[in-house]
């Protein structure tokens, strides 16, 4: 049988103008500190929330205690139970505390609890780096410039140094030459220092995505070329931290201007102290970006399930989802992430893929988006983003889509633009056979910002007009699948392949 060869045309009168569109990839920190992968309870611990065996330090639980206990009942209730005040994360009034050595985590959470002073206790989760190295054919570098249409973005914002994003991740390269001229003061909560040094190489990468130099006739362009990256060191060489330094971090970028948190990392407990960390955030008016994770389960991921948290899966260079994504309610979006070219330490560059790049390439995108509105609520972003994703065809739950830079800054320049564009097409069957019944399915979606008039879809075959049917108005975003029905031609000859 021929090859099918089909060829839509969409033709819409819009404003006078006749518009045609046509269907068409060891080392370790300097003896400082323990690293945590040694301080792990080797048995894991039931997070009831979540229903699964989690990472907690060994010995480390975090409580909080009503407002209105004063400081001497807080010191009551430490000697009463041998605990040990370690640190405290201030601003939401959450204790770090090492418990005495003959009893386990279990043991001191359920006596706590019993305390009408306690608000929670819960151990010292921790959490993990969320990338996989890929071990398939390289796709050209950068793909995803194009993919979420980055060269038309350009031409409209290319940052501002007036937006800082803040990485919370194993820290930066500070003299990667492609980085370091956006790059600020950080700090490093594993090692309690101001030297956010990464240690890792995930940070590093993550950074190059949001934010390396563009157009220095060098390396790669980040998303946003010009805004400023604050490094703040909370996973260690091993790629492992704690929720304690997590949340310390998500409230250090919150008191220092940071109009952008990129947090790709990730843990599978739920905690009430990190995610005051993110409440605390989101009063300030920060944007909270995170990754889900790269297990292709449903459990939901922390902190991309907080509420407020824009949850952010991986797709590929054919707009399909990295089937290590995790999936389900908590995922708001998707983004570029396998395959992925981007900067390594000691000035290197390679690949990495996983929800931890969808998820920068989505921070890099809030940039611009802030860099061009400096005054646009948490909300007005999120809504942004949301209403500028193209449709991908999915049959889990991995969001409103994925994102498009290009769209998103037309709608925050206020700029009107009309675009239905053809995202699928199936036939069924591939390659049906002369006088076969076949079902031409077609999906489209209105990528413009503006409702568009009613329009006409026709289809041809070997450019011969064999059907037509009419489009209804669409709202911005909105997605619509239109069939044909049609029988191969019996009478032509045919050529096999």
Same mark, same amino acid.
């Given at each position: ?54 990472? /907690? ?5 975090? /409580?909080?205690?009503?407002?209105? /206990? ?49 608000? *929670? ?134 008191? %220092? ?10 843990? *599978? ?79 290197? *560059? ?10 920068? %390439? ?101 450019? /011969? ?33």
């Amino acid at each position: 049988m021929r090859k099918l060869i089909a060829l839509l045309i969409l033709i819409m009168a819009i404003f006078g103008l006749l518009t045609v569109a046509r269907a068409d990839s060891e080392t370790g920190l300097a003896a400082k500190k323990p690293r945590l992968s040694q301080l792990l309870r080797k048995n894991g611990f039931y997070d009831s929330h979540t229903k699964k065996h989690v990472r /907690v330090v060994k010995g480390e639980i975090l /409580v909080k205690f009503k407002p209105a /206990v004063r400081p001497k009942e807080v010191r009551r209730i430490f000697t009463k139970h041998s605990l040990v005040q370690s640190k405290l994360i201030e601003k939401v009034q959450g204790h770090l505390m090492k418990i005495p050595e003959d009893k386990t985590i279990e043991e001191m959470i359920q006596e706590l609890k019993k305390d009408p002073d306690v608000i *929670y206790a819960e151990p010292n989760f921790t959490l993990q780096s969320l990338s996989t190295l890929p071990d398939d054919e390289y796709f050209d570098r950068q793909w995803a410039t194009n993919k979420i249409e980055l060269n038309n973005a350009w031409d409209l914002e290319k940052g501002s140094a007036d937006v800082t994003i803040a990485v919370l991740d194993s820290g930066i390269d500070l003299e990667h030459p492609d980085l370091k001229q956006n790059i600020i003061p950080g700090y490093d909560f594993v090692n309690d220092n101001s030297d956010a040094w990464d240690d890792n190489g995930h940070g590093t990468a993550i950074a190059g995505v949001i934010g390396a130099i563009g157009n220095n006739s060098q390396g790669i362009a980040g998303v946003d070329w010009q805004s400023k990256l604050m490094p703040l060191k909370v996973v260690d060489g091993d790629g492992i931290g704690t929720y304690y330094d997590v949340a310390q971090g998500i409230i250090y970028a919150a008191d %220092h201007n940071v109009r952008i948190i990129n947090l790709s990392i990730g843990g *599978y407990a739920y905690s009430y102290a990190l995610k005051d960390a993110v409440d605390y955030a989101l009063s300030k008016g920060c944007v909270l970006v995170a990754a889900v994770g790269n297990d292709g389960t449903n459990a939901p991921m922390y902190p991309a399930a907080y509420e407020g948290v824009i949850g952010i899966a991986a797709t590929d260079s054919q707009d399909r989802v990295d089937r290590n994504s995790n999936y389900g309610d908590f995922v708001d979006l998707a983004a570029p992430g396998v395959s992925i070219y981007t900067t390594e330490p000691e000035g290197k *560059y390679g690949y990495n893929s996983g929800s931890s790049l969808a998820c920068s %390439h989505t921070a890099g995108l809030i940039g611009l988006i802030l860099s061009s509105q400096p005054s646009l609520s948490r909300d007005r972003v999120e809504g942004i983003l949301y209403n500028s994703s193209d449709y991908i065809k999915e049959n889990k739950s991995y969001g409103r889509g994925r994102i498009n830079a290009y769209r998103a800054l037309l709608t925050t320049k206020g700029i009107e633009n009309t675009d239905i564009a053809i995202l699928d097409l199936e036939v069924v069957p591939e390659t049906p056979f002369p006088g076969q019944e076949t079902e031409i399915s077609v999906t489209l979606q209105n990528q413009g910002n503006v409702k568009t008039p009613g329009s006409i879809l026709r289809l041809y075959i070997d450019d /011969v007009p064999v059907n037509n049917t009419s489009i209804p108005p669409l709202a911005p975003n909105e997605v619509i699948i239109k069939k044909f029905n049609w029988v191969p031609e019996t009478s032509r000859k045919e050529t096999g392949n």
